[in-house]
């Protein structure tokens, strides 16, 4: 399993909302709005923090490239390279890693292209309410 660290994504946040922060990763120009009640943390300077979303439904994919969309929002899809697995959750990196919460029921897992693997791709349509917790 990988670790708090290897899960942490880097970047900036660059405004604070209440209730929710506006998070840069670092090579990217994602704006990611994200929840996160009473941040504390630096604003416009380097941290590192854990993304968190609740996958509505995944789908194995046989090609394609590492986004989140919209680029400017709250994410709703995240399609990466799975980076670890376990039965309750995964982490895909895209941009950044984002802890995925996998969904209970079964029927939201379309592996038409194969199981979730480390190392394949997964795209993820997330519920509302990505998170952000600084490391």
């Known amino acids: 399993?990988?670790?708090?660290?290897?899960?942490?994504?880097?970047?900036?946040?660059?405004?604070?909302?209440?209730?929710?922060v506006v998070f840069s990763p670092t090579g990217t120009r994602y704006e990611l709005h994200l929840v996160c009640p009473g941040y504390s943390g630096p604003v416009n300077k380097p941290v590192s923090g854990?993304?968190?979303i609740?996958?509505?439904k995944i789908y194995t994919v046989p090609s394609g490239g590492l986004f989140v969309t919209p680029i400017f929002g709250q994410p709703t899809i995240v399609q990466g390279r799975v980076r670890s697995l376990d039965e309750k959750s995964?982490?895909?990196?895209?941009g950044g890693n984002f802890v995925v919460d996998l969904p209970e029921d079964s029927?939201?897992?379309?592996?038409?292209?194969g199981g979730l693997t480390v190392n394949h791709l997964a795209n993820v349509v997330a519920a509302p309410g990505a998170?952000?917790?600084l490391r």
Do not use: C, W
């Not at 029927?107 to 292209?113: F, K, Y």
């Open 1 to 20: 399993m990988t670790t708090a660290i290897e899960m942490a994504t880097s970047g900036k946040v660059t405004q604070v909302r209440e209730g929710l």
């Open 50 to 52: 854990v993304i968190r």
């Open 54 to 56: 609740k996958a509505r």
């Open 90 to 94: 995964m982490v895909i990196h895209a």
């Open 107 to 113: 029927s939201a897992l379309d592996l038409v292209n």
């Open 131 to 133: 998170t952000f917790e």
